[in-house]
């Protein structure tokens, strides 16, 4: 079965610092690969996804992630945040060709931004 | 509102007492999924519905819960006998296909007391 891994629980920066958030999952086979961006008080968004082609993501607000598959990871990537980026931000996969292909999350990086 | 809509926004209930929740997919949604959310933890897998057949339950749910949608449009989830451990947040979401992200609603905040 496949699972998820975000090392960095809380993560502070600074307004205009650039970020990158990491993500390792573990399995062998076909994996999607998501961003979901949950800002306070609201609802898990989409941010990114992964299906194939090109490694280097790029999705809303300025982000981007990258899919290096000897690593198994899908880091995230801002180059300067803002103050309105603060928000929970969790990585997520599924196995589309698997029997089970409902999306895993990992548990999660909180960012808060200091002004 | 074309998003998916959870009803109701929280419940309080009290530790044994039976809860019903309410999912609204987007219409063109075939997959509809459940989840639970508890507090600096990312979102736990339930149960996955495709149309209105139920095709997966997480082997940590108990069976203390269910969860059904009978015309494959919206979806209950009833949790019998709650236990304070059942406090959290319950997600709902739909998607096209297995290739698709999901789209959440806004979940139902559950405090048993």
């Known amino acids: 079965a496949q699972s998820v891994s975000q090392h960095n629980h809380h993560v502070i920066l600074s307004e205009a610092a650039s970020l990158e958030l990491g993500c390792n999952y573990s399995y062998g086979g076909t994996v999607n690969l998501f961003w979901y961006v949950q800002y306070p008080g609201q609802h898990l968004q989409l941010l990114l996804k992964?299906?194939?082609?090109?490694?280097l993501v790029k999705g809303i607000k300025g982000f981007e992630a990258e899919f290096i598959k000897s690593k198994f990871s899908f880091n995230l990537r801002k180059p300067s945040v803002q103050w309105s980026d603060t928000a929970e931000y969790f990585c997520a996969v599924n196995a589309p060709y698997s029997s089970a292909s409902k999306i895993i999350f990992g548990s999660g990086t909180r960012l808060s931004i200091r002004p | 509102d074309t998003g998916v809509s959870q009803d109701p926004r929280h419940k309080i209930t009290k530790r044994g007492q039976n809860v019903t929740f309410r999912c609204d997919p987007i219409s063109e949604h075939n997959r509809l999924y459940w989840y639970r959310q508890t507090l600096g933890q990312g979102p736990e897998f339930l149960t996955y519905f495709q149309n209105e057949a139920q095709l997966e339950k997480s082997r940590l749910l108990s069976d203390r819960f269910s969860a059904e949608r009978p015309k494959g449009s919206f979806s209950t989830l009833e949790i019998q006998r709650t236990e304070q451990g059942d406090s959290a947040m319950y997600l709902c979401?739909?998607?096209?296909?297995?290739?698709?992200?999901?789209?959440f609603g806004s979940g139902t905040r559950l405090t048993v007391v």
């Open positions: 992964y299906f194939s082609g090109d490694p």
């Open positions: 979401a739909s998607s096209e296909d297995q290739y698709s992200g999901y789209t």
